[in-house]
Protein backbone atom coordinates (compact mmCIF):
# COMPACT_ATOMS: atom_id res chain seq x y z
CA UNK A 1 0.00 0.00 0.00
CA UNK A 2 1.23 3.35 -0.60
CA UNK A 3 0.05 6.69 0.14
CA UNK A 4 -1.69 7.37 -3.06
CA UNK A 5 -3.89 4.17 -2.79
CA UNK A 6 -4.75 5.08 1.03
CA UNK A 7 -6.74 8.40 -0.65
CA UNK A 8 -5.85 9.92 -4.35
CA UNK A 9 -4.54 13.27 -4.05
CA UNK A 10 -7.82 15.48 -4.45
CA UNK A 11 -7.06 18.78 -4.27
CA UNK A 12 -10.61 20.35 -5.93
CA UNK A 13 -13.33 20.96 -3.09
CA UNK A 14 -15.74 17.99 -3.01
CA UNK A 15 -18.19 18.30 -6.53
CA UNK A 16 -20.91 18.03 -3.56
CA UNK A 17 -23.42 21.13 -3.22
CA UNK A 18 -22.40 23.38 -0.47
CA UNK A 19 -25.79 22.35 1.59
CA UNK A 20 -24.47 18.70 1.49
CA UNK A 21 -20.30 19.45 2.23
CA UNK A 22 -21.68 21.74 5.41
CA UNK A 23 -23.85 18.81 6.52
CA UNK A 24 -21.60 16.06 5.93
CA UNK A 25 -18.80 18.42 7.39
CA UNK A 26 -20.46 19.02 10.71
CA UNK A 27 -21.40 15.44 11.25
CA UNK A 28 -17.81 14.33 10.35
CA UNK A 29 -17.02 16.99 12.69
CA UNK A 30 -19.10 15.96 15.42
CA UNK A 31 -18.19 12.47 14.99
CA UNK A 32 -14.66 12.97 15.73
CA UNK A 33 -15.40 15.19 18.86
CA UNK A 34 -16.90 11.81 20.20
CA UNK A 35 -14.40 9.70 19.30
CA UNK A 36 -11.87 11.88 20.55
CA UNK A 37 -13.87 12.60 23.84
CA UNK A 38 -14.15 8.64 24.46
CA UNK A 39 -10.47 7.85 23.89
CA UNK A 40 -9.97 11.00 25.92
CA UNK A 41 -11.60 10.41 28.44
CA UNK A 42 -10.32 6.79 28.86
CA UNK A 43 -13.22 4.52 27.34
CA UNK A 44 -11.40 2.42 25.63
CA UNK A 45 -14.36 0.01 25.93
CA UNK A 46 -16.82 2.49 23.63
CA UNK A 47 -13.82 2.85 21.65
CA UNK A 48 -15.00 -0.25 18.58
CA UNK A 49 -18.35 1.34 18.95
CA UNK A 50 -17.37 3.80 16.25
CA UNK A 51 -16.77 1.20 13.84
CA UNK A 52 -18.59 -0.84 11.89
CA UNK A 53 -18.61 -4.79 12.00
CA UNK A 54 -16.44 -4.71 8.99
CA UNK A 55 -14.42 -2.43 10.05
CA UNK A 56 -10.51 -2.16 9.21
CA UNK A 57 -8.67 0.37 11.49
CA UNK A 58 -4.48 1.23 10.75
CA UNK A 59 -2.08 3.23 12.08
CA UNK A 60 0.42 3.55 10.13
CA UNK A 61 4.29 5.48 9.93
CA UNK A 62 4.15 7.83 6.71
CA UNK A 63 7.67 6.15 6.03
CA UNK A 64 6.17 2.59 5.53
CA UNK A 65 3.17 3.77 3.49
CA UNK A 66 5.73 6.25 1.13
CA UNK A 67 7.53 3.05 0.68
CA UNK A 68 4.56 0.71 0.18
CA UNK A 69 5.53 -1.07 3.13
CA UNK A 70 2.24 -2.83 4.72
CA UNK A 71 2.95 -3.28 8.33
CA UNK A 72 0.86 -0.96 10.89
CA UNK A 73 1.73 -0.10 14.61
CA UNK A 74 -1.72 -1.36 15.21
CA UNK A 75 -3.86 -3.03 12.98
CA UNK A 76 -7.48 -4.47 13.55
CA UNK A 77 -9.81 -6.05 10.52
CA UNK A 78 -13.10 -6.68 12.04
CA UNK A 79 -14.97 -5.62 14.95
CA UNK A 80 -13.71 -8.56 16.70
CA UNK A 81 -10.26 -7.60 16.36
CA UNK A 82 -11.04 -3.60 17.50
CA UNK A 83 -12.74 -5.28 20.95
CA UNK A 84 -9.74 -7.55 21.37
CA UNK A 85 -7.61 -4.17 21.28
CA UNK A 86 -9.50 -2.43 23.42
CA UNK A 87 -9.57 -5.56 26.35
CA UNK A 88 -5.82 -5.69 26.08
CA UNK A 89 -5.43 -1.81 26.86
CA UNK A 90 -7.79 -1.86 29.85
CA UNK A 91 -7.26 -5.12 31.34
CA UNK A 92 -4.07 -6.64 29.84
CA UNK A 93 -1.07 -3.88 29.14
CA UNK A 94 0.84 -2.40 31.50
CA UNK A 95 1.56 1.34 31.26
CA UNK A 96 2.01 4.58 32.98
CA UNK A 97 -1.02 6.71 33.72
CA UNK A 98 -1.69 8.89 31.88
CA UNK A 99 -3.74 11.99 30.33
CA UNK A 100 -4.28 12.01 26.38
CA UNK A 101 -6.02 15.32 24.48
CA UNK A 102 -6.91 14.91 20.64
CA UNK A 103 -6.91 17.55 18.72
CA UNK A 104 -8.62 17.17 15.21
CA UNK A 105 -8.48 20.07 12.66
CA UNK A 106 -8.57 20.54 8.90
CA UNK A 107 -11.86 18.53 8.70
CA UNK A 108 -12.85 17.90 4.97
CA UNK A 109 -15.36 15.61 3.27
CA UNK A 110 -13.91 14.74 -0.07
CA UNK A 111 -16.63 13.09 -1.52
CA UNK A 112 -19.90 10.93 -1.04
CA UNK A 113 -21.27 7.93 -3.48
CA UNK A 114 -24.20 6.15 -2.16
CA UNK A 115 -23.85 5.59 1.62
CA UNK A 116 -20.17 5.74 1.82
CA UNK A 117 -18.72 9.30 2.63
CA UNK A 118 -15.13 9.76 2.37
CA UNK A 119 -13.23 12.62 4.81
CA UNK A 120 -10.15 13.42 6.06
CA UNK A 121 -8.81 15.13 8.85
CA UNK A 122 -5.15 16.27 11.03
CA UNK A 123 -5.43 14.67 14.28
CA UNK A 124 -2.21 15.64 17.42
CA UNK A 125 -2.85 13.61 20.33
CA UNK A 126 -1.05 15.36 23.45
CA UNK A 127 0.30 12.94 26.36
CA UNK A 128 0.45 14.16 30.13
CA UNK A 129 2.22 11.94 32.42
CA UNK A 130 2.77 12.37 36.14
CA UNK A 131 5.32 14.70 37.33
CA UNK A 132 5.97 15.50 33.76
CA UNK A 133 5.08 18.58 31.63
CA UNK A 134 2.45 17.62 28.41
CA UNK A 135 4.14 16.17 25.58
CA UNK A 136 3.53 15.97 22.02
CA UNK A 137 2.76 12.12 21.35
CA UNK A 138 1.78 11.90 17.46
CA UNK A 139 0.39 14.10 14.81
CA UNK A 140 -1.00 12.36 11.72
CA UNK A 141 -3.88 12.68 9.16
CA UNK A 142 -6.75 10.44 9.17
CA UNK A 143 -7.84 8.82 6.38
CA UNK A 144 -11.83 7.93 6.74
CA UNK A 145 -14.65 6.24 5.09
CA UNK A 146 -17.76 6.48 6.88
CA UNK A 147 -21.21 4.43 6.27
CA UNK A 148 -23.97 6.91 6.83
CA UNK A 149 -27.43 6.06 7.90
CA UNK A 150 -29.98 8.92 8.47
CA UNK A 151 -27.71 11.60 10.45
CA UNK A 152 -25.40 9.19 12.03
CA UNK A 153 -22.08 8.26 10.97
CA UNK A 154 -19.85 5.26 11.73
CA UNK A 155 -16.09 4.48 10.13
CA UNK A 156 -15.79 1.44 7.42
CA UNK A 157 -12.52 2.75 7.90
CA UNK A 158 -9.82 4.91 9.15
CA UNK A 159 -6.24 4.93 8.56
CA UNK A 160 -4.41 7.14 10.63
CA UNK A 161 -1.00 8.42 8.83
CA UNK A 162 1.19 9.86 11.48
CA UNK A 163 4.64 11.76 10.97
CA UNK A 164 5.85 11.27 14.13
CA UNK A 165 7.42 8.39 12.42
CA UNK A 166 10.54 8.16 15.93
CA UNK A 167 7.68 7.02 18.39
CA UNK A 168 8.03 8.65 21.52
CA UNK A 169 8.28 5.40 23.76
CA UNK A 170 5.23 3.73 22.66
CA UNK A 171 1.44 4.85 21.52
CA UNK A 172 -1.03 2.91 24.08
CA UNK A 173 -4.00 4.43 23.04
CA UNK A 174 -5.03 4.16 19.16
CA UNK A 175 -4.91 7.31 17.97
CA UNK B 1 46.48 15.35 4.71
CA UNK B 2 46.68 11.49 6.37
CA UNK B 3 44.16 8.60 5.61
CA UNK B 4 40.93 9.81 7.20
CA UNK B 5 38.88 6.74 5.99
CA UNK B 6 39.88 4.59 9.05
CA UNK B 7 38.00 5.05 11.77
CA UNK B 8 40.89 6.05 15.22
CA UNK B 9 40.99 2.68 17.11
CA UNK B 10 40.01 4.06 20.49
CA UNK B 11 38.91 0.46 21.56
CA UNK B 12 42.64 -1.23 22.20
CA UNK B 13 43.62 2.15 24.52
CA UNK B 14 43.47 1.40 28.05
CA UNK B 15 40.88 3.53 29.53
CA UNK B 16 41.77 6.62 31.76
CA UNK B 17 43.13 4.88 34.78
CA UNK B 18 42.42 8.04 36.97
CA UNK B 19 39.19 8.38 35.54
CA UNK B 20 38.17 5.10 36.24
CA UNK B 21 38.93 4.97 39.82
CA UNK B 22 35.84 6.35 40.63
CA UNK B 23 34.00 3.27 39.65
CA UNK B 24 34.17 0.24 41.73
CA UNK B 25 32.50 -2.57 40.57
CA UNK B 26 30.26 -4.55 43.69
CA UNK B 27 32.37 -8.12 44.35
CA UNK B 28 28.85 -9.22 44.51
CA UNK B 29 28.06 -11.17 41.30
CA UNK B 30 24.27 -10.46 42.21
CA UNK B 31 24.87 -6.92 41.96
CA UNK B 32 25.09 -4.37 39.33
CA UNK B 33 26.80 -0.94 40.03
CA UNK B 34 24.14 1.62 39.22
CA UNK B 35 26.44 4.00 37.44
CA UNK B 36 26.40 1.98 34.46
CA UNK B 37 22.74 2.85 33.36
CA UNK B 38 23.35 6.51 34.12
CA UNK B 39 27.31 8.18 33.54
CA UNK B 40 28.01 9.69 30.56
CA UNK B 41 32.05 8.74 30.55
CA UNK B 42 31.03 5.23 31.07
CA UNK B 43 28.40 5.46 27.86
CA UNK B 44 31.64 7.49 25.97
CA UNK B 45 33.66 4.35 26.72
CA UNK B 46 30.93 1.94 25.63
CA UNK B 47 31.20 3.32 21.84
CA UNK B 48 34.52 3.07 22.14
CA UNK B 49 35.52 -0.33 23.80
CA UNK B 50 32.57 -2.05 22.72
CA UNK B 51 30.49 -0.33 19.38
CA UNK B 52 33.48 0.37 17.63
CA UNK B 53 35.27 -2.13 19.43
CA UNK B 54 35.84 -5.64 18.58
CA UNK B 55 32.24 -6.67 17.86
CA UNK B 56 29.91 -7.64 14.79
CA UNK B 57 27.28 -5.35 15.13
CA UNK B 58 23.66 -5.80 13.15
CA UNK B 59 22.58 -2.85 10.79
CA UNK B 60 20.09 -3.66 8.87
CA UNK B 61 18.35 -6.57 6.51
CA UNK B 62 19.53 -7.58 2.90
CA UNK B 63 15.89 -6.99 1.62
CA UNK B 64 15.92 -3.57 2.69
CA UNK B 65 18.59 -3.15 -0.14
CA UNK B 66 17.09 -5.41 -2.63
CA UNK B 67 18.41 -3.60 -5.93
CA UNK B 68 21.85 -2.07 -7.11
CA UNK B 69 21.61 1.49 -5.95
CA UNK B 70 19.23 1.32 -2.33
CA UNK B 71 20.51 2.07 0.64
CA UNK B 72 18.91 2.64 4.07
CA UNK B 73 20.14 5.08 7.04
CA UNK B 74 21.37 3.20 9.94
CA UNK B 75 23.71 3.09 13.10
CA UNK B 76 27.09 1.70 14.38
CA UNK B 77 26.24 2.57 17.84
CA UNK B 78 25.45 5.73 18.06
CA UNK B 79 27.01 6.90 14.62
CA UNK B 80 24.88 7.55 11.70
CA UNK B 81 25.92 5.21 8.65
CA UNK B 82 24.51 4.10 5.43
CA UNK B 83 24.44 0.80 3.93
CA UNK B 84 23.78 0.44 0.26
CA UNK B 85 23.94 -2.07 -2.24
CA UNK B 86 25.97 -1.55 -5.26
CA UNK B 87 25.75 -2.10 -8.92
CA UNK B 88 28.06 -5.89 -8.86
CA UNK B 89 25.36 -6.65 -5.82
CA UNK B 90 27.77 -6.17 -3.34
CA UNK B 91 26.57 -4.57 -0.07
CA UNK B 92 28.90 -1.70 1.72
CA UNK B 93 28.67 0.51 5.17
CA UNK B 94 29.80 3.82 5.41
CA UNK B 95 29.94 6.44 8.15
CA UNK B 96 27.02 8.85 6.97
CA UNK B 97 29.31 11.50 7.66
CA UNK B 98 31.37 14.19 4.83
CA UNK B 99 35.07 13.63 4.36
CA UNK B 100 35.17 17.75 3.83
CA UNK B 101 33.29 19.76 6.57
CA UNK B 102 31.32 16.62 8.65
CA UNK B 103 28.23 17.08 7.95
CA UNK B 104 25.42 14.02 7.86
CA UNK B 105 24.27 14.42 4.53
CA UNK B 106 21.74 11.34 4.08
CA UNK B 107 18.73 12.10 5.53
CA UNK B 108 16.25 10.40 4.37
CA UNK B 109 15.21 6.60 5.57
CA UNK B 110 15.61 4.62 2.72
CA UNK B 111 16.00 5.29 -0.79
CA UNK B 112 17.56 4.50 -4.19
CA UNK B 113 20.59 6.06 -6.07
CA UNK B 114 23.75 6.31 -7.99
CA UNK B 115 25.81 8.72 -5.83
CA UNK B 116 25.38 10.29 -2.52
CA UNK B 117 26.42 14.39 -2.86
CA UNK B 118 26.75 16.35 0.11
CA UNK B 119 24.87 19.53 -0.18
CA UNK B 120 27.31 21.87 2.03
CA UNK B 121 29.88 21.39 -1.02
CA UNK B 122 28.36 19.22 -3.19
CA UNK B 123 31.24 16.84 -2.55
CA UNK B 124 30.27 13.57 -4.38
CA UNK B 125 30.69 9.81 -2.68
CA UNK B 126 30.16 6.47 -4.95
CA UNK B 127 28.05 3.88 -3.10
CA UNK B 128 31.10 2.44 -1.67
CA UNK B 129 31.65 5.44 0.16
CA UNK B 130 34.87 6.26 -2.26
CA UNK B 131 35.25 10.12 -3.04
CA UNK B 132 34.35 10.36 -6.83
CA UNK B 133 34.64 14.20 -7.39
CA UNK B 134 35.07 17.56 -5.99
CA UNK B 135 33.82 20.80 -7.33
CA UNK B 136 36.55 23.32 -8.21
CA UNK B 137 38.66 20.83 -7.31
CA UNK B 138 41.50 23.14 -9.29
CA UNK B 139 39.59 26.34 -8.72
CA UNK B 140 39.19 29.10 -11.30
CA UNK B 141 41.03 31.09 -13.55
CA UNK B 142 43.85 29.16 -11.68
CA UNK B 143 43.40 30.62 -8.69
CA UNK B 144 42.37 28.61 -5.38
CA UNK B 145 41.44 24.65 -5.23
CA UNK B 146 42.59 21.78 -3.48
CA UNK B 147 46.04 21.27 -2.58
CA UNK B 148 48.05 19.67 -5.99
CA UNK B 149 48.77 16.04 -4.14
CA UNK B 150 45.25 16.28 -3.06
CA UNK B 151 44.07 12.46 -2.21
CA UNK B 152 40.15 11.52 -3.35
CA UNK B 153 40.86 7.48 -1.74
CA UNK B 154 42.50 8.92 1.27
CA UNK B 155 39.14 11.91 1.70
CA UNK B 156 36.64 8.86 0.97
CA UNK B 157 33.61 8.23 3.52
CA UNK B 158 34.58 6.17 6.54
CA UNK B 159 34.35 2.49 5.74
CA UNK B 160 33.24 -0.45 7.80
CA UNK B 161 33.10 -4.02 7.85
CA UNK B 162 30.40 -5.74 6.26
CA UNK B 163 29.32 -9.65 7.07
CA UNK B 164 25.98 -11.21 6.18
CA UNK B 165 24.62 -14.40 7.11
CA UNK B 166 21.35 -15.74 5.26
CA UNK B 167 20.04 -11.96 4.82
CA UNK B 168 21.00 -10.30 7.85
CA UNK B 169 24.10 -7.41 8.08
CA UNK B 170 26.32 -7.08 10.49
CA UNK B 171 29.63 -4.72 10.58
CA UNK B 172 32.54 -3.76 12.52
CA UNK B 173 35.17 -0.89 12.68
CA UNK B 174 37.74 -3.14 13.49
CA UNK B 175 39.97 -5.11 10.45
CA UNK B 176 40.36 -8.46 12.43
CA UNK B 177 36.88 -9.28 13.36
CA UNK B 178 36.73 -12.86 13.21
CA UNK B 179 34.12 -14.70 10.95
CA UNK B 180 30.47 -14.06 11.98
CA UNK B 181 29.93 -17.86 12.79
CA UNK B 182 32.66 -17.68 15.43
CA UNK B 183 31.37 -14.69 16.83
CA UNK B 184 28.16 -16.17 17.53
CA UNK B 185 29.36 -20.13 18.40
CA UNK B 186 28.07 -23.04 17.15
CA UNK B 187 24.99 -23.39 19.43
CA UNK B 188 23.97 -19.66 19.01
CA UNK B 189 24.68 -19.95 14.74
CA UNK B 190 21.88 -22.90 14.95
CA UNK B 191 19.46 -20.61 16.79
CA UNK B 192 19.96 -17.48 14.31
CA UNK B 193 19.39 -19.91 11.33
CA UNK B 194 16.06 -21.07 13.04
CA UNK B 195 14.80 -17.43 12.18
CA UNK B 196 16.79 -16.51 9.19
CA UNK B 197 17.17 -19.74 7.40
CA UNK B 198 18.18 -18.80 4.60
CA UNK B 199 15.03 -18.52 2.79
CA UNK B 200 14.77 -15.27 0.53
CA UNK B 201 12.52 -12.36 3.04
CA UNK B 202 9.76 -10.09 2.69
CA UNK B 203 9.87 -6.88 4.36
CA UNK B 204 6.91 -5.88 6.24
CA UNK B 205 7.82 -2.65 7.64
CA UNK B 206 10.04 -0.81 10.04
CA UNK B 207 9.04 0.46 13.42
CA UNK B 208 11.36 3.02 15.53
CA UNK B 209 10.83 4.61 18.96
CA UNK B 210 12.63 6.11 21.29
CA UNK B 211 13.11 4.83 24.74
CA UNK B 212 13.89 6.36 28.26
CA UNK B 213 16.57 4.24 29.68
CA UNK B 214 20.06 3.19 29.16
CA UNK B 215 20.28 0.32 26.23
CA UNK B 216 21.59 -1.90 28.24
CA UNK B 217 18.19 -2.45 29.81
CA UNK B 218 16.76 -4.09 26.65
CA UNK B 219 19.69 -6.65 26.32
CA UNK B 220 18.70 -6.91 30.31
CA UNK B 221 14.81 -7.47 29.28
CA UNK B 222 15.68 -10.08 26.96
CA UNK B 223 17.45 -12.24 29.10
CA UNK B 224 15.22 -12.06 31.58
CA UNK B 225 12.91 -14.15 31.41
CA UNK B 226 11.48 -14.02 34.89
CA UNK B 227 9.35 -11.15 33.86
CA UNK B 228 8.26 -12.65 30.54
CA UNK B 229 6.13 -14.55 32.86
CA UNK B 230 4.83 -11.86 35.05
CA UNK B 231 4.74 -8.70 33.37
CA UNK B 232 3.20 -9.95 30.05
CA UNK B 233 -0.35 -11.06 31.00
CA UNK B 234 -1.30 -10.84 27.19
CA UNK B 235 1.81 -14.21 26.83
CA UNK B 236 0.62 -15.74 29.66
CA UNK B 237 -3.02 -15.67 29.30
CA UNK B 238 -2.44 -17.37 25.98
CA UNK B 239 -0.14 -19.51 26.36
CA UNK B 240 2.50 -17.96 24.08
CA UNK B 241 5.20 -18.23 27.13
CA UNK B 242 4.51 -19.09 30.65
CA UNK B 243 6.53 -20.52 33.37
CA UNK B 244 5.64 -23.90 33.04
CA UNK B 245 5.79 -24.41 29.23
CA UNK B 246 9.16 -26.10 27.93
CA UNK B 247 11.68 -22.90 27.82
CA UNK B 248 15.53 -23.09 27.72
CA UNK B 249 17.46 -20.44 28.88
CA UNK B 250 21.16 -20.99 27.26
CA UNK B 251 24.21 -18.61 26.64
CA UNK B 252 27.21 -18.63 24.99
CA UNK B 253 30.63 -19.82 26.67
CA UNK B 254 31.58 -15.83 26.87
CA UNK B 255 28.47 -15.33 28.10
CA UNK B 256 27.41 -12.21 25.70
CA UNK B 257 24.79 -13.73 23.54
CA UNK B 258 21.99 -15.73 24.85
CA UNK B 259 18.67 -17.43 23.38
CA UNK B 260 15.51 -18.33 24.84
CA UNK B 261 13.97 -21.00 22.95
CA UNK B 262 9.87 -21.96 24.04
CA UNK B 263 7.28 -24.20 23.09
CA UNK B 264 3.89 -23.26 23.39
CA UNK B 265 1.50 -25.94 24.71
CA UNK B 266 -1.90 -26.42 22.39
CA UNK B 267 -4.58 -24.43 23.19
CA UNK B 268 -4.89 -22.16 26.31
CA UNK B 269 -2.91 -22.81 29.86
CA UNK B 270 -5.34 -24.54 32.51
CA UNK B 271 -5.29 -22.34 35.85
CA UNK B 272 -2.81 -24.69 37.86
CA UNK B 273 0.03 -23.55 40.64
CA UNK B 274 1.62 -21.62 37.81
CA UNK B 275 -1.03 -19.22 37.27
CA UNK B 276 -1.75 -19.24 40.46
CA UNK B 277 1.55 -17.40 41.02
CA UNK B 278 0.84 -14.74 38.58
CA UNK B 279 -1.39 -12.26 39.62
CA UNK B 280 -2.04 -10.89 36.18
CA UNK B 281 -3.18 -14.26 34.59
CA UNK B 282 -7.01 -13.56 33.20
CA UNK B 283 -8.23 -16.71 32.95
CA UNK B 284 -11.61 -15.11 32.27
CA UNK B 285 -10.13 -13.15 29.19
CA UNK B 286 -11.43 -14.72 25.53
CA UNK B 287 -10.48 -13.19 22.41
CA UNK B 288 -13.32 -11.75 19.83
CA UNK B 289 -10.97 -13.34 17.01
CA UNK B 290 -8.65 -15.83 18.04
CA UNK B 291 -7.08 -16.30 14.55
CA UNK B 292 -4.70 -13.98 15.26
CA UNK B 293 -2.57 -16.14 17.80
CA UNK B 294 -2.90 -19.26 15.36
CA UNK B 295 0.34 -21.07 14.80
CA UNK B 296 1.35 -21.83 11.13
CA UNK B 297 4.03 -24.40 11.08
CA UNK B 298 6.57 -23.22 8.65
CA UNK B 299 9.40 -24.55 9.55
CA UNK B 300 11.24 -27.64 11.41
CA UNK B 301 11.66 -25.83 14.70
CA UNK B 302 10.88 -27.52 17.42
CA UNK B 303 10.32 -24.20 19.67
CA UNK B 304 7.32 -22.02 18.75
CA UNK B 305 9.24 -18.94 19.75
CA UNK B 306 12.96 -17.96 20.24
CA UNK B 307 14.25 -14.80 21.41
CA UNK B 308 17.46 -13.92 20.97
CA UNK B 309 19.89 -11.44 21.69
CA UNK B 310 22.98 -10.93 19.47
CA UNK B 311 26.20 -8.77 21.36
CA UNK B 312 25.70 -5.71 21.38
CA UNK B 313 22.80 -4.66 19.57
CA UNK B 314 20.58 -7.18 18.42
CA UNK B 315 17.21 -8.70 19.27
CA UNK B 316 16.12 -11.44 17.32
CA UNK B 317 12.15 -12.79 17.72
CA UNK B 318 10.47 -14.95 16.70
CA UNK B 319 7.63 -15.50 17.82
CA UNK B 320 4.45 -18.13 16.37
CA UNK B 321 4.54 -16.40 12.99
CA UNK B 322 6.15 -12.79 13.80
CA UNK B 323 9.92 -12.36 12.41
CA UNK B 324 11.33 -9.19 13.55
CA UNK B 325 14.60 -8.22 14.15
CA UNK B 326 15.27 -5.09 16.75
CA UNK B 327 18.30 -2.93 16.31
CA UNK B 328 19.39 -1.36 19.64
CA UNK B 329 20.93 2.54 18.95
CA UNK B 330 22.21 4.09 22.07
CA UNK B 331 21.33 7.98 22.42
CA UNK B 332 23.57 8.97 25.18
CA UNK B 333 23.34 6.95 28.89
CA UNK B 334 19.25 7.99 29.05
CA UNK B 335 18.37 7.18 25.86
CA UNK B 336 18.06 4.39 23.20
CA UNK B 337 16.14 4.32 19.92
CA UNK B 338 14.97 0.75 18.55
CA UNK B 339 14.48 0.14 14.92
CA UNK B 340 11.89 -2.76 14.79
CA UNK B 341 12.46 -4.30 11.16
CA UNK B 342 9.47 -6.64 10.51
CA UNK B 343 9.51 -9.49 7.56
CA UNK B 344 8.37 -12.59 6.57
CA UNK B 345 9.33 -14.80 3.69
CA UNK B 346 8.94 -13.54 -0.29
CA UNK B 347 6.75 -16.99 -0.75
CA UNK B 348 4.21 -15.59 1.67
CA UNK B 349 0.97 -15.96 -0.10
CA UNK B 350 -1.89 -12.89 0.62
CA UNK B 351 -3.44 -15.04 3.61
CA UNK B 352 0.08 -15.49 5.17
CA UNK B 353 1.06 -12.08 4.68
CA UNK B 354 -2.34 -10.78 6.41
CA UNK B 355 -1.66 -13.38 8.77
CA UNK B 356 1.81 -11.99 10.09
CA UNK B 357 0.23 -8.76 9.37
CA UNK B 358 -2.54 -8.96 12.15
CA UNK B 359 -0.02 -11.04 14.85
CA UNK B 360 2.18 -8.22 14.49
CA UNK B 361 -0.09 -6.31 16.71
CA UNK B 362 1.96 -8.24 19.52
CA UNK B 363 5.00 -6.22 19.11
CA UNK B 364 6.47 -2.91 18.38
CA UNK B 365 5.96 0.71 19.81
CA UNK B 366 2.20 -0.02 19.99
CA UNK B 367 2.06 -3.99 20.82
CA UNK B 368 0.21 -5.63 23.74
CA UNK B 369 3.33 -6.74 25.14
CA UNK B 370 5.71 -4.27 23.16
CA UNK B 371 3.95 -1.63 25.62
CA UNK B 372 4.39 -3.51 28.79
CA UNK B 373 8.31 -3.35 27.86
CA UNK B 374 8.82 -0.14 26.39
CA UNK B 375 6.97 1.17 29.56
CA UNK B 376 9.15 -0.49 32.30
CA UNK B 377 12.31 0.56 31.03
CA UNK B 378 11.30 4.06 31.73
CA UNK B 379 10.07 2.88 35.23
CA UNK B 380 13.59 1.57 35.90
CA UNK B 381 15.41 4.59 34.47
CA UNK B 382 13.52 7.01 36.34
CA UNK B 383 14.18 4.91 39.44
CA UNK B 384 18.27 5.07 38.85
CA UNK B 385 17.74 8.61 37.49
CA UNK B 386 16.06 10.11 40.57
CA UNK B 387 16.21 7.32 43.46
CA UNK B 388 18.69 7.45 45.82
CA UNK B 389 21.93 5.51 44.87
CA UNK B 390 21.28 1.59 45.08
CA UNK B 391 22.57 -1.20 42.92
CA UNK B 392 20.92 -3.53 41.20
CA UNK B 393 20.10 -7.03 42.34
CA UNK B 394 20.12 -10.21 39.74
CA UNK B 395 19.85 -12.82 42.23
CA UNK B 396 17.85 -15.50 40.99
CA UNK B 397 18.92 -19.03 39.65
CA UNK B 398 22.52 -20.26 39.79
CA UNK B 399 25.44 -20.46 36.96
CA UNK B 400 25.64 -24.20 37.41
CA UNK B 401 21.82 -25.00 36.85
CA UNK B 402 20.53 -27.11 33.85
CA UNK B 403 19.47 -24.66 30.85
CA UNK B 404 15.18 -25.43 31.51
CA UNK B 405 13.98 -23.07 34.10
CA UNK B 406 13.13 -19.34 33.48
CA UNK B 407 12.95 -18.46 36.90
CA UNK B 408 16.64 -17.54 36.33
CA UNK B 409 19.01 -14.45 36.01
CA UNK B 410 21.54 -16.42 34.89
CA UNK B 411 21.65 -14.89 31.44
CA UNK B 412 21.98 -11.52 32.91
CA UNK B 413 24.67 -12.03 35.07
CA UNK B 414 26.70 -13.66 32.20
CA UNK B 415 26.35 -10.29 29.82
CA UNK B 416 27.69 -8.45 32.75
CA UNK B 417 30.31 -10.83 33.07
CA UNK B 418 31.60 -10.47 29.35
CA UNK B 419 30.51 -6.11 29.67
CA UNK B 420 33.22 -5.98 32.70
CA UNK B 421 36.15 -7.85 30.36
CA UNK B 422 35.07 -5.51 27.15
CA UNK B 423 34.85 -2.31 29.06
CA UNK B 424 37.90 -3.20 31.31
CA UNK B 425 35.76 -2.75 34.30
Known amino acids: MNVDEIEPQIAEPATLSLDDRRKLSFLVEEFNCLYAEALDEGRIADWPGFFTEDAVYKLLARDNAEAGLPLSLMYCAGKGMLKDRAYAIEYTEMFAPRYTKHQISNTRVLGREGDIVTARSNYSIFETLVDEPTEILQVGTYHDRFVIEGDRLLLKERCALYDTVCVPICVVFPP | ?425
Open chain 2, 1 to 425: MGNMTQFPDHSKEAPDAERLKAYSWPDDPTLVPEWIYTDEYIAELEQQRIFQGHTWNYCGLEVEVPEPGSYIRSYLGSMPIIVTRDEEGEIHAFENRCAHRGAEFCKTYRGKTETFICPYHQWTYGLDGALISVPFRRGVKGKGGMPKDFDMEANSLRRLNVTTRNGAIFVSSQDDMEPFEDYLGPMMVEQFDTVFDGRPLKLLGVHRNILEGNWKLYQENLKDTYHATLLHTYLTTFGLFVASNETFVMTDDTGRHSTTCNRRPEGRPDADETTAEIGSFHSAMQLADPSVLNYVKESDSQWTSNAMTVWPNLVLIRQTNIFSARQIVPMGPNKFMLIWCSFGYADDDPEMLEHRLKQNNIFGPGGFIGIDDNEVIKFVADGAQRGAGRDGVIPLGRDDEPSDTVITDRALRGMYSWYRKEMGL
